[in-house]
């Protein structure tokens, strides 16, 4: 019996025991369980705010620490799940805390850095804003000229800028530039990135000062200095002088000022008053006496002119001897079209050049050669190498109509129509003809073409 009850209690507290190694295995279970749950990879997603993102956009060191710092919790969530079955479920509190800890930093560290940022995003744009008309040229310009003559108007009467800047806008970019370390920083910096030869174009457009113009004033305005006298002041008084300054450069302003007579030893002429008016060159030639001009005559210019006088007036009685002759072949085209023809004229034939006159009631048109002739020979108006040498035949019938038939190789276009070769087209007033690249205007005399239509039309005349 003691040993079926032993038995019986050894059994009893075997179970007893391992209920209890179950339960505290169930209990470690639960607990990996809920460490895992706290160590997941994923980022919480949540709506970003405008500061956010703006940072992110401008790849702010704020968003990289934010990231940083989720990193960190997760290695840490990691690598505590990693070693949490071994460990009771009571422990799991402490490095979360831990982790919140370390959370409350990187926020403190973002809100700052995003000021900084900000604040350094506000400068750049009051700076940036500065320079939106102002360009690097100009400031060197403008400091420049105040240099040379200290004062903001002769500056703005005397340079050149890329905008029509007030005297107001020069005062307040002068002031930036002096006491705004924002504005002068940048601008300083475009300055000393423009290329050598952009300064120095800015430099020899550089006003003049007075001292320099002193200086140059000594030089005597009926003298006729060479380069250099003015080679040797810019080397006796370079204290004086501006740095980009030249000799040529000082030649070519000493020429100015003797030309508009600013030098100290020239006079300036009196403007003219009512007392003393401006003589005209008729005034001034008849107070010319004419016995100061008398020059020994030369007889062999003389002749020489006579001679060449004789020559002129041959050639203008050859000329006006031939003007009759050219009238009766052709006229000449004043490029307006006569309104009134003569009684004898039935018809005009007008080109760029000259113009046909018709004066019977069959005329030929064409090409005139050695040993072939006719009635409008077209080589008068132009280049006419490829109209035939019988182009084509201009009749009047009876009845006041003019008829054109076609009888060259190549066609005649008529008012834009070709008319091939044995093809007869009737011509209205006004009607454009052309002929191989020459384009002529017929033109009708209505007054004498209605005579003889009532003649026809009296007399029963066939068409």
């Known amino acids: 019996m003691n040993s079926l009850l032993n038995d019986s209690d050894i059994i009893h507290s075997g179970s007893e025991k391992n209920g209890v190694f179950s339960s505290q295995t169930q209990l470690l279970h639960d607990a990996s369980d809920v460490t895992k749950r706290r160590s997941s990879n994923r980022s919480i997603k949540r709506k970003k705010f405008d500061d956010e993102l703006v940072e992110y956009s401008l790849g702010l060191p704020g968003v990289s620490n934010i990231k940083s710092g989720r990193s960190r919790t997760q290695s840490s969530h990691s690598d505590f799940s990693a070693t949490s079955p071994s460990i009771p479920a009571t422990a799991v509190a402490v490095p979360t805390m831990q982790s919140d800890v370390r959370r409350k930093p990187?926020?403190?560290?973002?809100?700052?850095?995003?000021?900084?940022?900000?604040?350094?995003?506000?400068?750049?744009?009051?700076?940036?804003?500065?320079?939106?008309?102002?360009?690097?040229?100009?400031?060197?310009?403008?400091?420049?000229?105040?240099?040379?003559?200290?004062?903001?108007?002769?500056?703005?009467?005397?340079?050149?800028?890329?905008?029509?800047?007030?005297?107001?806008?020069?005062?307040?970019?002068?002031?930036?530039?002096?006491?705004?370390?924002?504005?002068?920083?940048?601008?300083v910096a475009a300055m000393r990135n423009l290329h050598p030869d952009m300064v120095a174009a800015v430099q020899d457009r550089a006003l003049w000062s007075t001292q320099e113009e002193q200086l140059l004033s000594t030089i005597k305005s009926q003298s006729n200095p060479d380069i250099n006298i003015f080679s040797e002041m810019l080397s006796q008084h370079p204290e004086v002088f501006y740095s980009g300054r030249t000799a040529a450069a000082l030649q070519k302003h000493w020429n100015t000022l003797r030309m508009y007579h600013l030098l100290p030893d020239q006079m300036l002429v009196p403007l003219p008053t009512a007392a003393r008016p401006v003589l005209a060159f008729s005034d001034a030639e008849d107070l010319i006496q004419d016995s100061e001009l008398s020059e020994p005559s030369d007889e062999i210019l003389d002749r020489e002119l006579r001679l060449q006088q004789r020559r002129n007036i041959r050639e203008i009685r050859q000329l006006e001897n031939e003007i009759g002759r050219w009238n009766v072949l052709v006229d000449s085209v004043?490029?307006?079209?006569?309104?009134?023809?003569?009684?004898?004229?039935?018809?005009?034939?007008?080109?760029?050049?000259?113009?046909?006159?018709?004066?019977?009631?069959?005329i030929t048109i064409g090409r005139s050669a050695k040993g072939h002739n006719v009635d409008i020979d077209l080589?008068?108006?132009?280049?006419?190498?490829?109209?035939?040498?019988?182009?084509?035949?201009?009749?009047?019938?009876?009845?006041?109509?003019?008829?054109?038939?076609?009888?060259?190789?190549?066609?005649?276009?008529?008012?834009?129509?070709?008319?091939?070769?044995?093809?007869?087209?009737?011509?209205?007033?006004?009607?454009?003809?052309?002929?191989?690249?020459?384009?002529?205007?017929?033109?009708?005399?209505?007054?004498?073409?209605?005579?003889?239509?009532n003649e026809s039309v009296r007399f029963n005349l066939p068409p």
């Open 106 to 187: 990187s926020s403190k560290s973002i809100s700052g850095g995003y000021r900084r940022n900000k604040r350094g995003r506000q400068q750049n744009q009051i700076a940036t804003k500065d320079l939106g008309r102002w360009k690097p040229t100009d400031d060197l310009a403008l400091v420049i000229g105040v240099q040379q003559t200290n004062d903001l108007r002769t500056v703005h009467l005397g340079t050149k800028f890329s905008c029509r800047f007030t005297v107001q806008e020069l005062q307040q970019r002068w002031y930036a530039l002096l006491y705004d370390q924002a504005v002068s920083r940048v601008a």
């Open 334 to 362: 004043t490029g307006v079209c006569p309104g009134e023809l003569d009684s004898q004229t039935l018809a005009v034939l007008r080109g760029r050049m000259v113009r046909y006159l018709m004066r019977s009631r069959e």
């Open 379 to 453: 080589a008068l108006e132009g280049p006419a190498h490829k109209v035939s040498r019988r182009q084509g035949t201009l009749r009047l019938r009876n009845t006041g109509e003019f008829y054109l038939s076609s009888e060259g190789k190549r066609p005649i276009f008529v008012d834009g129509r070709p008319i091939t070769t044995g093809n007869i087209v009737r011509l209205y007033d006004n009607t454009v003809v052309e002929i191989a690249c020459l384009r002529f205007i017929f033109c009708i005399n209505q007054d004498l073409i209605r005579v003889i239509h």
